[in-house]
């Protein structure tokens, strides 16, 4: 998924900034990061308040998978939920939750 791509669908959230990292690109906003785009998919961030609300909707969880040791880890990063993909006003819902769970885990 280009940055121009990413913007778009954050458009409506406010401004954000995208930097690379873990082979993809972590998305930013107003300080905290909110999202990751890895492989092409893009990850919303979840929290033990949020998660409940990915799975409910049929997000699924990212796991990462360690190739040096061949372990995985649950990572707090959700698929965006397919009602909200194409859809501006319900992305900006999941967006809010996204960067709501990147402010508490600041805490």
């Known amino acids: 998924m280009d940055d121009d791509a990413i913007?778009?669908?954050?458009a409506r959230l406010g401004p954000i900034k995208i930097?690379?990292?873990f082979g993809g690109k972590g998305v930013y906003f107003d300080g905290p990061i909110v999202a990751l785009e890895v492989g092409g998919e893009l990850l919303l961030?979840?929290?033990?308040?949020?998660?409940?609300?990915?799975?409910a909707a049929g997000s699924q969880q990212w796991?990462?998978?360690g190739s040096a040791r061949k372990t995985k880890a649950s990572?707090?990063?959700?698929?965006?939920?397919?009602e909200a993909?194409?859809?501006p006003d319900?992305?900006?819902?999941?967006?809010?939750?996204?960067?709501?769970?990147?402010?508490r885990s600041l805490k």
Do not use: G, N, Q
């Open 7 to 10: 913007r778009d669908l954050f």
């Open 19 to 21: 930097r690379k990292m």
């Open 45 to 55: 961030k979840a929290d033990h308040v949020s998660a409940a609300d990915f799975a």
């Open 63 to 65: 796991v990462y998978e």
């Open 75 to 82: 990572m707090p990063y959700w698929t965006v939920p397919s």
């Open 85 to 87: 993909a194409d859809d």
């Open 90 to 103: 319900k992305f900006l819902i999941w967006a809010r939750k996204a960067y709501e769970a990147s402010l």
